[in-house]
Every structure is written in C-alpha cells, then in structure tokens.
C-alpha cells in the first residue's frame, strides 16, 4: 500500500531521552482485511456476482448487505486518493469536465480517477486492475448534496441505476417526523434492491446486519474513548487509518473482530501507561476532517510539540448508537439523522463542550476545508462563541481534505507552534 496509507506509529517512550516509534499490532490484521475487502470486491465485479452496491460512507449500508449486494464506497476511495496524494494531479481533470474547484475534493478527485482509468487500489493490490463495476449506486444526502451529483454523474456514465435517501440538514432536536420521513425512504428502497439484485428482502437478514453494525459501533466507540486517559494510547490521526473497517466492513463479523482486537490492546496500553505521544503535555481536539495527503506531517508536527491530537467529530462520524436490531428501519432512520454532521450549531456546541470535557482537552484545531463547508465548523462564529462558553482556546487552519495545492505547510506550521506555546504559557 502506499505509504500515507499504512499510518501505524504510535509513540512510546522507551527511556527518557530516546522516543521509539512501534506499531499497533492489529496494524497489520487491519492491511489484511482491508486487502481482503478488496480482493473480495474484484473477485465479485470479474465474475459478476455477488452484485455490487456504490454506497455513500454513512449509509444506507446495512439494507445493501442484508440484500446481498458487497458494498463499495466512494468516498472511501477519495480518501485513499488524498493519503496517497495522487488526488493533486487528478483534481484538475475533474475541474475541466465543469466542476468547480470550491466542490467536493472527494468527488473530483474519484471522477478524474475514473477518467485517468487509475486508481490506488491498483498500485497497492496486485492483480486489481480498477475499482469494482456497480450493479447500483445508493446515497444519502445526510451529509451533502455533493454525494448525490457524485453518484448521478456514475449512474449516467455507466449506466447504472441510482437510488438515494434525501434526509433532513441542519436538525436540532431529532423528531418523530424526521424518523418517519427516513425510515419510508428507506423501506422505498426496497422493491428496486430486490429486482436489482434478484433476492428477495428478508427482515431477519437486516436485523442481523444491523446487529452487527451497532456491535461495530459500540466497539469504535470503546476504542475512541481510549482517548479519555490520561495519557492517551491513541491518537486522531491512528484514528483516521483505524476507522476503516467502520467504513467499508460495518455489518461483518471481520470489522467487529478486529475492533476487539484493536481495543484489548490499547486497554494494554493504558493499563501499562503507553502514551501515542511520549510526554503528552497538551490534549487537542480535531475538528473537521483530516488533510490526507498531510496525515504523517501533521501527526508528526504536533508529536513534536508534544501535543497528542486525540479526539475528533470526525472520527465519531461511524458511532450509530440509535441502532436497535429489533426495530431496524426506524433505528436507522433516527441513527443517520442523529449524525453530528447533520444537526444544527447548537446541537453541535453542546456536543462539542461534552467532547471537552470528557477527553479533558485544552485547545482546539477547526480544519476550514475549503472544498468542504459540511464538514467545516468555523465559518459562522462557532470557535469564537464556544471559546468565550468553555475557556478552551482554538485556532483554524485554512486547508482542504485532498486538494494540497489549498494548503500552506510553513503556514499551517507556524500557526499551530504558536498556538502550542499560547497553550503553555495558560498552563504556566
Ligand atoms: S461531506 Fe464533504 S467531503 Fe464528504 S462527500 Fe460531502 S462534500 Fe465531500
């Protein structure tokens, strides 16, 4: 895989002056599995069964693996694009085709891909040509409007069915309209799933499934709360590469496995008093999403301060708590809509004091994603009003998901040292 891609370190302090990079063990059970998905995947588009599903990071996931479709997810390979930063070059592609270089970073780089017939799956799987053919693209706006032109352009391109659940922005108190809206959505999609894939829908399948996908997340939960110790055994930035199988393998009994096994050994750590950053002096909260191509830098440049990045909004992206096996439309329903990215500025403030407090932070990071204002949170006021509410101090670096010709590294560089410093001189 390339190298932004198999992010492992974590730190440890071995002596006092000597600090040691090692590797999380299940580091290397995470390659294989996702290694596995994609050979599975390839295996599946060559022979043309089981049928393929595109499928938009959040959802609706569960109702496609429980009607038999292997699930692939788009914007899981813009993400590889950017930590393999092949994105740069390939953006302009998609620029020229007429979207605008101020949209998605993900859909632009995934459809300068497509037309560049390159992608790093092929360079880091051998024997994979290209990403796996869809048999139908399903998306759910919960998150942006961007997934749904994404997924229309393939669907034209292909010819391709696409199918979508267009939810509620900006929600505060989550009602029982908004549920009831959803779960119809989801339960429409249905009868065209059946003809698509030939199998009929079956309720126990889907209970199954969301069982699975609710034990992933309480998992991923357990394993991001990790974070809350004093020292932290984790970091944001292990937590980006760490969430995979949350993505793409929710709903299976591999990803589980593997958080359990991911999760044992950082209790290990805790319990041993491991640190992810050696001398953690600063506790910093991430929000927003990761630079991709700037993972290793950025891991690196706040280590070095002694500053462990430790809990995001980002991260917490894949925890459906709602998820109820029993009452599984209306539960999905209700866990995409109580999503972070979905709700209102006040939900999102009281949301993030919480986050705070629990992972005892000092200092917050507002990634400004150009190409992203759904995940963005310091355009309209938020850092300034949730400074003068908490206390906790924070700086915004202008800079974009994938597109590394929006970021100044000396800039960026400058601005968190000096930030760090601000935090030792409050501590001092
Ligand atoms: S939320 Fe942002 S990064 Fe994700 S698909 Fe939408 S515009 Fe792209």
């Given at each position: 895989m390339q190298d932004n891609l198999t992010y492992e370190g974590v730190f440890m302090t071995t002596d006092k002056d000597k600090v040691k990079r090692v590797k999380l063990k299940a580091a290397s059970k995470l390659n294989q599995i996702m290694a596995d998905y994609f050979y599975e995947l390839d295996a599946a588009a060559k022979a043309k069964e089981p049928k393929i599903a595109w499928c938009t990071s959040v959802g609706p996931a569960e109702i496609l693996r429980?009607?038999?479709?292997?699930?692939?997810?788009?914007?899981?390979?813009?993400?590889?694009?950017?930590a393999s930063r092949m994105a740069t070059?390939?953006?302009?592609?998609?620029?020229?085709?007429?979207?605008?270089?101020?949209?998605?970073?993900y859909l632009r780089a995934d459809i300068g891909a497509y037309l560049s017939k390159t992608t790093p799956i092929a360079k880091s799987y051998k024997g994979i040509e290209g990403v796996p053919r869809p048999d139908v693209?399903?998306?759910?706006?919960?998150q942006c409007r961007d997934v749904q032109d994404w997924f229309t352009w393939y669907a034209k391109k292909l010819d391709v069915p696409v199918i979508g659940i267009h939810t509620h922005r900006g929600v505060g108190k989550v009602t029982q309209n908004h549920i009831d809206s959803i779960a119809t959505q989801l339960k429409d999609l249905i009868k065209p799933?059946?003809?698509?894939?030939?199998?009929?829908?079956?309720?126990?399948?889907?209970?199954?499934?969301?069982?699975?996908?609710?034990?992933?997340?309480?998992?991923?939960?357990k394993v991001l709360d990790t974070a809350r110790n004093v020292p932290s055994p984790f970091t944001f930035f292990d937590g980006t590469i760490h969430m995979g199988p949350a993505v793409v393998l929710r709903g299976t009994q591999q990803a589980n496995?593997?958080?359990?096994?991911?999760?044992?050994?950082?209790?290990e750590r805790v319990t041993n008093n491991i640190a992810a950053v050696p001398h953690e002096q600063h506790r910093i909260y991430w929000d927003g999403m990761p630079v991709w191509g700037r993972l290793r830098d950025h891991s690196e440049l706040f280590s070095d301060l002694n500053a462990n990045v430790l809990a995001s909004t980002y991260c917490n992206s894949w925890i459906f708590s709602a998820f109820d096996p029993d009452d599984p439309f209306n539960s999905m329903a209700r866990a995409y809509t109580e999503l972070f990215i979905v709700r209102s500025d006040d939900f999102k403030e009281t949301y993030i004091k919480e986050m705070l407090n629990a992972f005892k932070v000092d200092g917050i990071i507002y990634h400004d994603a150009k190409c992203c204002?759904?995940?963005?949170?310091?355009?309209?006021?938020?850092?300034?009003?949730?400074?003068?509410?908490?206390?906790?101090?924070?700086?915004?670096?202008?800079?974009?998901l994938n597109d590394l010709r929006l970021i100044s590294?000396?800039?960026?560089?400058?601005?968190?040292?000096?930030f760090i410093e601000q935090l030792e001189e409050n501590q001092s």
């Amino acid at each position: 895989m390339q190298d932004n891609l198999t992010y492992e370190g974590v730190f440890m302090t071995t002596d006092k002056d000597k600090v040691k990079r090692v590797k999380l063990k299940a580091a290397s059970k995470l390659n294989q599995i996702m290694a596995d998905y994609f050979y599975e995947l390839d295996a599946a588009a060559k022979a043309k069964e089981p049928k393929i599903a595109w499928c938009t990071s959040v959802g609706p996931a569960e109702i496609l693996r429980a009607m038999g479709f292997l699930v692939f997810f788009p914007e899981n390979h813009g993400a590889m694009l950017g930590a393999s930063r092949m994105a740069t070059d390939l953006l302009p592609i998609a620029d020229a085709q007429g979207y605008s270089p101020e949209i998605c970073s993900y859909l632009r780089a995934d459809i300068g891909a497509y037309l560049s017939k390159t992608t790093p799956i092929a360079k880091s799987y051998k024997g994979i040509e290209g990403v796996p053919r869809p048999d139908v693209l399903a998306f759910n706006t919960n998150q942006c409007r961007d997934v749904q032109d994404w997924f229309t352009w393939y669907a034209k391109k292909l010819d391709v069915p696409v199918i979508g659940i267009h939810t509620h922005r900006g929600v505060g108190k989550v009602t029982q309209n908004h549920i009831d809206s959803i779960a119809t959505q989801l339960k429409d999609l249905i009868k065209p799933l059946e003809y698509i894939s030939g199998n009929k829908f079956d309720l126990d399948k889907l209970k199954q499934v969301v069982a699975l996908s609710k034990e992933c997340s309480i998992l991923w939960k357990k394993v991001l709360d990790t974070a809350r110790n004093v020292p932290s055994p984790f970091t944001f930035f292990d937590g980006t590469i760490h969430m995979g199988p949350a993505v793409v393998l929710r709903g299976t009994q591999q990803a589980n496995d593997f958080y359990q096994l991911l999760l044992n050994e950082l209790e290990e750590r805790v319990t041993n008093n491991i640190a992810a950053v050696p001398h953690e002096q600063h506790r910093i909260y991430w929000d927003g999403m990761p630079v991709w191509g700037r993972l290793r830098d950025h891991s690196e440049l706040f280590s070095d301060l002694n500053a462990n990045v430790l809990a995001s909004t980002y991260c917490n992206s894949w925890i459906f708590s709602a998820f109820d096996p029993d009452d599984p439309f209306n539960s999905m329903a209700r866990a995409y809509t109580e999503l972070f990215i979905v709700r209102s500025d006040d939900f999102k403030e009281t949301y993030i004091k919480e986050m705070l407090n629990a992972f005892k932070v000092d200092g917050i990071i507002y990634h400004d994603a150009k190409c992203c204002p759904n995940n963005s949170n310091a355009s309209y006021g938020m850092p300034q009003r949730l400074e003068r509410a908490t206390g906790v101090p924070s700086i915004t670096i202008n800079a974009d998901l994938n597109d590394l010709r929006l970021i100044s590294d000396e800039q960026t560089k400058t601005n968190v040292e000096a930030f760090i410093e601000q935090l030792e001189e409050n501590q001092s």
